[in-house]
């Protein structure tokens, strides 16, 4: 069990259908929580202007051809932590998104509890 993400409410932002129930159950087994999962930068936006209680959020970068740094931009300017999950590391981002926190895809359950270890403004849970 991981503590950085116990009772930690998780966005989830994959438009995999697999890949997302894959991390929730991760997620779930660390004894956190996911918010989503999500599919699309449209309903991130929304659900942040609606119910922006999340403490963190786990966005792939590539959702069905669009990019996800509009929502990543809206997160981190709300003081929410990013972490990214991409199979290309910092070739799959532009310079201004390269060096900030990846779990890379293939996820395993190490990769997923250790993310929030490459956060350092997760906040006290």
């Known amino acids: 069990m991981s503590a950085e993400l116990v009772g930690r409410r998780i966005l989830l932002l994959e438009d995999k259908s697999r890949v997302a129930m894959l991390i ?7 004894d956190g929580a996911t918010v989503g999962p999500l599919a699309s930068v449209e309903e ?3 659900l942040l202007a609606t119910s922006p209680a999340v403490e963190a959020a786990l966005l792939a970068v590539n959702l069905a051809g669009r990019q996800v ?16 999950s991409t199979g290309y590391g ?6 201004t ?4 926190p990846n779990a ?3 996820f395993t359950e ?8 490459q956060v350092p403004a997760l906040p006290e849970g």
């Open 24 to 30: 929730e159950s991760i997620v779930e087994d660390l």
């Open 44 to 46: 991130a936006l929304a």
């Open 69 to 84: 740094f509009p929502a990543a931009e809206a997160l981190t300017a709300s003081g929410v932590p990013v972490v990214f």
């Open 90 to 95: 910092e070739r799959g981002r532009p310079r």
């Open 97 to 100: 998104w390269r060096g900030r």
């Open 104 to 106: 890379r895809k293939p």
């Open 110 to 117: 190490a990769s997923l509890r250790d993310a929030p270890r």
